[in-house]
């Protein structure tokens, strides 16, 4: 082709993809290619979002909106202008599970920057995030029962309506008015209003996705891949046959959840609370143990040494529990640690059972031999926390008999781009 024609060919458009996570914000720029789509950019910026409030207790689990919004504005402000100008559509995914409310009309302002005009939140409350743990399971149980076969759990936006009504001593039913309408995947919610960033005015934006389903759909190609996932907290999936409807009712006790996917899928679910957090947890204990003995020691430090000291232990004996933040599903059981030997309280040995602990727990919930029953080939491993800690990707390779494929952008934001990229 002359160079002339391709210089007369208008410029490709480029999908958007948002994804609003629990620790930071990611933004991924989609093109088209011959062969498929293409991540051009991306960015992603950290909120240092968690707050408190009187209101919610120790049990509270909050997040300040501004910052949230803050870092999405960030994120966006680094990609570059050339190309967030021949966005066409946007996909937005987030945290699921959590709320957060505001005053009608008055959600977000409008205000200039150096990019050009931007959103900050207005009359909004904190969002009330899904580690929220503020609805105990007596409460939660006087409750009415969904009409689902999800079960509700602390968290869950709508059980935290209940509890604020019930700390104000308000008597009247659920404010069912407050609910989004619920539209097919990929469809389209509105047009942004003005150009932001540099995307025109008028891109299409795609209603709220899931994270966890943008995560499964940037890497899920067959059906006999398991998709393992750990961030925050962790996940492990499978595709379930063509025509699957899960049952009418919840069952609370069950450790596998069926979640919607597209095209009328669904996905059998060990949604595990326990992930890269209770890594965090284990490194914030340390952190603390050693400002008490007198020394200051950054976080970030004490991560890479207790790494490096579990990757000189291949094996330990000492058995850890990590269910620090409980399970949906038996929320009473929390962490413990057996099998304590002399031999076996190095730091070393304490964070290889750490680690070994997260996955032998997601494996209990969804058992091997279920993969196995299932079709499943091979395992897709992804997330911040699987990708920064070799000793987790020692642990997922020696507990699962599958080859474990570990995914370069298996992402939310990409998912979400990919979503509208293939319905736009």
């Avoid at 051009?40 to 979002?49: F, I, L, V, Y």
């Avoid at 430090?301 to 599903?329: C, W």
């Avoid at 080939?377 to 987790?392: F, T, Y």
Wanted: some cysteine; glycine content about 8%; hydrophobic content about 40%.
């Amino acid at each position: 082709m002359a160079a002339s024609e391709a210089a007369g060919r208008p410029a490709p458009t480029c999908v958007l993809g948002i994804d609003l996570g629990t620790t930071s914000v990611k933004a991924a720029l989609l093109t088209g290619a011959e062969q498929g789509q293409v991540v051009a950019e991306s960015c992603s910026r950290e909120t240092q979002a968690h707050t408190s409030s009187l209101e919610a207790g120790p049990q509270g689990m909050e997040q300040n909106v501004w910052r949230i919004v803050r870092a999405l504005n960030e994120c966006l402000a680094a990609l570059p202008q050339q190309q967030l100008q021949r966005v066409s559509h946007i996909g937005v995914s987030g945290q699921m599970h959590g709320i957060l409310f505001w005053k009608k009309d008055k959600g977000c302002k409008w205000t200039e920057c150096s990019t050009g005009p931007t959103f900050e939140p207005e009359e909004v409350s904190h969002l009330i995030t899904w580690q929220d743990g503020r609805c105990s399971p007596t409460f939660l149980s006087s409750l009415p029962l969904p009409q689902s076969h999800i079960s509700l759990a602390t968290g869950f936006g709508c059980a935290t309506v209940y509890w604020y009504s019930k700390k104000r001593l308000k008597k009247s039913g659920f404010p069912v008015h407050l609910l989004p309408e619920v539209g097919d995947p990929g469809s389209i919610a509105g047009r942004t209003i003005c150009a932001w960033h540099g995307i025109p005015r008028g891109a299409k934006v795609g209603i709220a996705l899931g994270d966890f389903q943008c995560s499964v759909y940037s890497c899920l190609t067959e059906r006999t891949d398991a998709v393992l996932n750990i961030g925050t907290s962790a996940q492990l999936t499978i595709s379930m046959p063509p025509g699957f409807q899960p049952p009418e009712t919840p069952d609370p006790s069950s450790a596998v959840t069926y979640f919607p996917y597209f095209n009328g899928d669904y996905l059998a679910v060990a949604a595990s609370l326990n992930g890269g957090n209770v890594l965090a947890t284990f490194v914030d204990m340390v952190a603390q143990w050693t400002e008490e003995l007198g020394f200051q020691v950054e976080k970030s430090a004490i991560y890479m040494k207790i790494i490096k000291a579990a990757l000189a232990q291949n094996d330990s004996k000492l058995s850890v529990h990590p269910t620090v933040f409980g399970e949906r599903h038996i929320p009473e059981r929390l962490a413990s640690v057996t099998n304590i030997a002399f031999s076996n309280l190095s730091l070393g040995h304490i964070t290889r059972a750490v680690c070994r602990g997260i996955v032998e727990n997601l494996c209990s919930m969804l058992p091997v031999q279920r993969l196995m029953d299932t079709g499943v080939r091979r395992i897709l491993g992804s997330g911040s926390a699987l990708a920064r800690n070799e000793v987790l990707r020692q642990e997922v390779e020696r507990i699962f008999p599958f080859p474990v494929v570990y995914g370069k952008d298996v992402d939310a934001a990409v998912g979400a781009a990919m979503v509208m990229f293939h319905r736009k």
